[in-house]
């Protein structure tokens, strides 16, 4: 005997509330951050006007609530759009669901709100969590951290800054020609200001196995905020100052020399005692070239004046963390943060401040940046079982 179809209540175009039947189903396949998701969305044939198509779970009536499924969905969905609005686009094209931005953005602060405060509540349980997966002793551990400034949506002009970061090995694999993959690694965000911070970046390097490490390094691009992070909670790692950031305000400093011979030249020399870790020599050519300049300042070339004192003072404030970065190098050390850098753009910039016009308020912006970071790390089943428990 035939099996009889289910029968449910749904909106549709045609009624308020016409009968469908239940007709199968239909797969569909959808790339994330987290993976291939092989779903299945079933089919339905309404009975009163003979419309057929996807079974969603959207259009169930006013009392009926987004399922578990569904929201992990849009949980997994919403970093890859630019936008809440392009995800319900996304939503309706590929699975004909109808939710509003509106109702996407309170999923993800909700959601995030509670991932946070889970995260929150790792640090105190470190030892259980230890004992249950015990980290293994890494030969060398790296650690980076990094700022981004987002728009506010409290006024025009507005930012404020949120912080990531990234504990890994050496351990890569090499993608492409001159390009590698980290394999061991862990990712976090936070913009709740600097104690929350530290709390993640402490849990991720204990479970990546920090207490257990032949050698710890500490990158960074010259901010105190992060050497104080440093000082106070990986006071064994070796502080080392970001070789590209170095780099960069070299050039820009130098700007301030018009015969582009000289400057290069001026670059080279300086670039040499840096590298070497001679922070004295460096500022002794520094203080020599500033008074050399004075003497023939020009309104015109007031600011670029300013530009070549900040970097002896950017000098001066971060000697301790310049290293011998040829040594470094030789000894097959990683010496600059261009892992961080890339780190923050690949989990903030795309979906936090691509569009200038984009504006967050702080609590949304914390959202989803724990909700990438846990996507990247593939810990979202991890959180998402924790939250539907309680």
Known sequence: MKPKLKTVFLKCDCSKEARHQCNGSKQRNLITLDGRLNLKWPKALCRTCGHAGLLSETNLIPEAQISAPLEKLILELAPLAVSYEAESQILWKTRSISISAKEIERIVL???LQIGRLQSQELEQMDKILVQHPPQAPKCLYLGADGMYVQSAEGKGKRFEGKFGIVFTDERAEVSKNRF?????RCVASFRGKEDFSELLQVAAYRMGVDQAK???FFADGE?????????YFPQAIGILDW????????????IIADRKQRDEIRQKLSEF????????????????IVKEQKSLSPEREQKLKELKDFKTYIQNNQE???????????????GSSIVESTVNHLGAFRLKKKR??????QGADSMARLITVIKNRELDHYWKQICLN
């Open 274 to 289: 840096l590298w070497r870790g001679d922070s004295q020599q460096t500022l002794a050519e520094l203080s020599k070239l």
């Open 244 to 255: 590209n950031h170095i780099s960069r305000n070299l050039s820009k400093a130098l700007r």
């Open 357 to 362: 016009a984009r504006q967050w308020i702080r």
């Open 181 to 185: 993959e980290l394999l061991n690694k």
């Open 215 to 217: 050698e710890v390094f």
């Open 321 to 335: 963390w310049i290293v011998d970065y040829e040594s470094y190098q030789q000894r097959g050390y990683y010496i």
């Open 224 to 232: 105190r905020c992060l050497w104080d992070i440093k000082k106070e």
């Open 110 to 112: 909700r959601r995030g």
